[in-house]
Structures are given as structure tokens and as C-alpha cells.
């Protein structure tokens, strides 16, 4: 089976910065693209980020220019790296990838359990 496990959240001061992680493993044939997503209390998901196989990337309108995306194909693994952080940045933050597993015929969409992000003075 694919699993996605993140590391990185916790609790940061407004204006730090944090790296989240999140690695892809099991029976993998290949990941296409990978994200991030996050999810307030009282609010939709939301996307983040999303880092194709070419390297394109795709932000939200509320993290262009403090968030960066990028994922390290040889260890099937995607990272965000948080600047600037501010308390609406506050969210569960979810790592997505669609993944083809080696039994697999076609690609599904898995999900990470889930990081919380605290930006609080």
C-alpha cells in the first residue's frame, strides 16, 4: 500500500518561517503531482501549492511570494517551505499526491494525515 506521512508543523511566531515534509512510500510505480492543502476550522480545503512532474508550480493568491514548493523525485518526497508566516496562515495542512502503485493500472489521489500549523505570538 502507498502511504503519505508528513513531518514539520507546529507552533511558530508570526513573521518564522517552517519547513513541511512529506514523503511518499510503499509500492510505487510512479508519482505524478504532488501539493499541499490546508484547512481552517469553519473553512473549505483550500490549495496551497502544486508541483508538477516538469516542475511547474501553481500557487494561491494568499502564499505567492512567502511559500516555496518543491519535491525531490528520487525520495518521492515534496516540501513546503513557509516564510513570512502569518496567524491566517494557521490551518491542518494536508500533503496530496496522485501516485501509481507497481499492481496498479491507473493513478489515484492519496492523501497525509495531516499537520497542524500554529502562527501565534
Known amino acids: 500500500q502507498v502511504q503519505l506521512v508528513e513531518s514539520g508543523g507546529g507552533l511558530v511566531q508570526p513573521g518564522g518561517s517552517l519547513r513541511l515534509s512529506c514523503a511518499a512510500s510503499?509500492?510505487?510505480?510512479?508519482?505524478?503531482?504532488m501539493g499541499w492543502y490546508r484547512q481552517a476550522p469553519g473553512k473549505q480545503r483550500e490549495l496551497v501549492a502544486r508541483?508538477?512532474?516538469?516542475?511547474?508550480?501553481v500557487y494561491a493568491d494568499s502564499v505567492k511570494g512567502r511559500f516555496t514548493i518543491s519535491r525531490d523525485n528520487a525520495n518521492n518526497t515534496v516540501y513546503l517551505q513557509m516564510g513570512s508566516l502569518k496567524p491566517e496562515d494557521t490551518a491542518v495542512y494536508y500533503c496530496?499526491?496522485?501516485?501509481?502503485?507497481?499492481?496498479?493500472?491507473?493513478?489515484?489521489?492519496?492523501w497525509g494525515q495531516g499537520t497542524q500549523v500554529t502562527v501565534s505570538s
Open positions: 510503499g509500492s510505487i510505480f510512479r508519482v505524478n503531482d
Open positions: 508541483i508538477y512532474t516538469s516542475g511547474s508550480t
Open positions: 496530496n499526491a496522485v501516485i501509481r502503485g507497481i499492481a496498479s493500472m491507473t493513478f489515484r489521489d492519496y
